[in-house]
C-alpha cells in the first residue's frame, strides 16, 4: 500500500526557508506524479507545485514562483520542497500527493487527481 509522509514543517520568520521532504513506500514510482498542495488556515486547500517522477519538469503555481522548488529523490523515494523568502501567507499545512494516473499527469494542480495523500506538516510563517 502505497504511503506519504511529510516532514520538515516548522515555525520560521518571513524571509527564512524551509526544505519540506516527502518519503513515499509500497509501491514503484517511476510514472507518478508528485505534487504538493497546501491549505491556508480557513481557506481550501490550493495547489503548489507538481512534478512528474520521471520527467523531472516542474510546474509551480503563480504565487511560489521563483521562491519554491520542487525536487524528487530517486535512491531516496522522496520528495522535497524548497520554500525560501517566505511570507505570512504561505502559512499554512503543506500535504503531499502522488497518484500514477494519465489524468494527474496532464492536470496537475487539480487535487481531485490524486489518490495518494500524507497527512500534512505545518508551516506557519509570522512577520
Known amino acids: 500500500q502505497v504511503q506519504l509522509v511529510e516532514s520538515g514543517g516548522g515555525l520560521v520568520q518571513a524571509g527564512e526557508s524551509l526544505r519540506l521532504s516527502c518519503l513515499i513506500s509500497?509501491?514503484?514510482?517511476?510514472?507518478?506524479?508528485l505534487a504538493w498542495f497546501r491549505q491556508p488556515p480557513g481557506k481550501e486547500r490550493e495547489y503548489v507545485a507538481t512534478i512528474p517522477w520521471n520527467v523531472r519538469k516542474s510546474f509551480y503555481a503563480d504565487s511560489v514562483k521563483g521562491r519554491f522548488i520542487i525536487s524528487v529523490d530517486d535512491a531516496k523515494n522522496t520528495g522535497h520542497l524548497q520554500m525560501d523568502s517566505l511570507q505570512p501567507e504561505d502559512t499554512a499545512v503543506y500535504f503531499c500527493?502522488?497518484?500514477?494516473?494519465?489524468?494527474?499527469?496532464?492536470?496537475?494542480?487539480?487535487?481531485?487527481?490524486?489518490?495518494?495523500w500524507g497527512l500534512g506538516t505545518q508551516v506557519t510563517v509570522s512577520s
Open positions: 500527493a502522488a497518484d500514477p494516473s494519465v489524468m494527474a499527469a496532464m492536470y496537475p494542480g487539480e487535487a481531485r487527481h490524486y489518490k495518494y
Open positions: 509500497g509501491g514503484t514510482f517511476s510514472t507518478y506524479t
